[in-house]
């Protein structure tokens, strides 16, 4: 691997702050100063500090990207943008990919990672793993349509979800509008605008706020991203 690619993916900097960086002579190798960006390591057992401080190489990367409307879930397309566009140049690896999807026109978080144990597990239907979403509804969202999300729902092709739990937030008369929390188990294609489909109403804005115990931050806007802490990476595995 290329030494500011390996820097860039320890967290040191982006890829021109790590050149930064080697300029400045803050880079050492085995003891000696080393300022060619593109000299080739091995990751796994070269020995690497930046101002005196051991730099320790993760396999792994994850990301947490709040995706924009009109962003397709994939690795890549020939036409549309996807998540992994989202990904500066710096951050991006070929063996990234997104962990389960959100519709083209669902915006929120979305975890992107090249650890696909934890993406297996995190989306295997035995454990459950809630994702947690706003929603603006045309339509009145009532006790009656949350005892309906409470129970198992047919769906109008016949296919049968699990439970929801389906909270409202505000009801504007006026509009006839539902602004509604709802948390699912399991990832049926296009399921939560199915499900109120079903109930006779319309989903116009869907935003996935939680998956797990991994939180949307409020600050970061559509189209922003953050590397994961190594305490949220710890939690996801542990669920």
């Not at 967290?11 to 002579?25: A, D, F, N, P, S």
């Not at 995706?67 to 992994?84: C, E, H």
Request: proline share 3%; net charge positive.
């Amino acid at each position: 691997m290329r030494l500011d690619k390996y820097l860039a993916s320890c967290g040191v900097g982006t890829r021109t702050e790590v050149k930064k960086i080697l300029k400045q002579k803050k880079v050492s190798i085995a003891g000696q100063i080393e300022i060619n960006p593109k000299l080739q390591i091995n990751e796994a057992t070269t020995a690497v500090r930046v101002a005196g401080q051991q730099i320790i190489y993760a396999k792994y990367q994850y990301f947490l990207l709040n995706k924009p409307t009109g962003v397709i879930t994939a690795t890549k397309d020939k036409n549309q943008k996807t998540v992994l566009d989202c990904i500066h140049p710096n951050d991006w690896q070929e063996d990234l990919f997104p962990v389960g999807r959100l519709d083209k026109d669902t915006t929120g978080l979305v975890l992107i990672t090249n650890d696909g144990s934890l993406a297996h597990k995190l989306l295997s239907p035995k454990k459950h793993i809630k994702k947690v979403y706003s929603a603006v509804i045309s339509g009145e969202v009532n006790s009656q349509t949350i005892k309906k999300f409470s129970k198992p729902m047919r769906l109008k092709n016949g296919d049968i979800t699990k439970p929801a739990d389906l909270v409202l937030k505000e009801y504007s008369a006026k509009r006839n509008i539902s602004q509604v929390i709802i948390a699912i188990s399991e990832g049926k294609y296009h399921q939560i605008k199915r499900m109120f489909a079903a109930n006779g109403m319309h989903v116009e804005a869907l935003q996935r706020i939680k998956m797990g115990n991994l939180i949307l931050p409020s600050e970061l806007k559509q189209g922003e991203y953050r590397r994961l802490t190594e305490k949220e990476v710890e939690n996801l595995k542990v669920q």
